[in-house]
């Protein structure tokens, strides 16, 4: 009981720390406070999905199905910041004075397909796994499923949510990705570096 206990302790610690981190990266980057606020639900939203999909398949909550929930949240966040980011920058770009909710379908449809197929190349990794027998299965599958539930709810928040709530919270002056001085030194500098690679393709190939 002890050992379960504090595992779970362990997944609220992690999964309240990767909020946290993901409001702070994000607002670093984009500088909306509220564009954080979006991403960082996709996480408790993705875990709770995976929970309840467990309690209606009757998978049981132990050390190994925790941790593969412990595993995906460093991926659950990615969809919701795929999609955000895809959003921002339509609405922070667009001069054409196109209604809002059109913007967003059009973001949200260009990077969907993507998202999606991200999700299931990892889902389908875990497909192996699944086919595992005796000791290995009992141990493993646990942590196969719960990684796959929570994967799969982050998708699905990614898909269906994100755009929602980018409707109602994205408003208001929209400043380009890059006018951000952080971003403008990361891409100046990629830029330079990807400049040298297509430069000396040969060389960096050998290299």
């Given at each position: ?44 939203l993705a875990v709770l999905i995976s929970f309840i ?140 570096v990807l400049r040298w ?11």
């Amino acid at each position: 009981t002890q050992l379960i206990k504090n595992t779970v302790n362990t997944l609220r610690d992690t999964l309240i720390l990767q909020t946290f981190l993901t409001i702070a990266v994000v607002f670093f980057f984009l500088r909306h406070l509220r564009s954080s606020f979006i991403i960082s639900l996709t996480l408790p939203l993705a875990v709770l999905i995976s929970f309840i999909i467990m309690y209606y398949l009757n998978v049981d909550a132990n050390i190994m199905s925790l941790s593969g929930v412990a595993i995906a949240i460093g991926t659950l966040v990615d969809m919701g910041i795929i999609m955000t980011e895809n959003i921002y920058r339509h609405l922070s770009l667009d001069k054409s004075g196109k209604p809002k909710l059109d913007i967003i379908y059009q973001a949200a449809k260009e990077v969907g397909s993507a998202v999606m197929t991200a999700i299931l190349t990892t889902v389908v990794s875990f497909a192996p796994v699944f086919f595992l027998v005796s000791q290995e299965g009992k141990l493993f599958k646990p942590l196969a499923f719960t990684k796959t539930f929570a994967l799969l709810g982050s998708v699905f928040v990614a898909l269906t949510l994100v755009p929602l709530l980018a409707y109602f919270f994205l408003r208001g002056r929209l400043v380009p990705e890059e006018d951000n001085p952080v971003s403008k030194i990361l891409i100046k500098g990629y830029e330079g570096v990807l400049r040298w690679v297509l430069k000396n393709k040969v060389k960096f190939l050998t290299i």
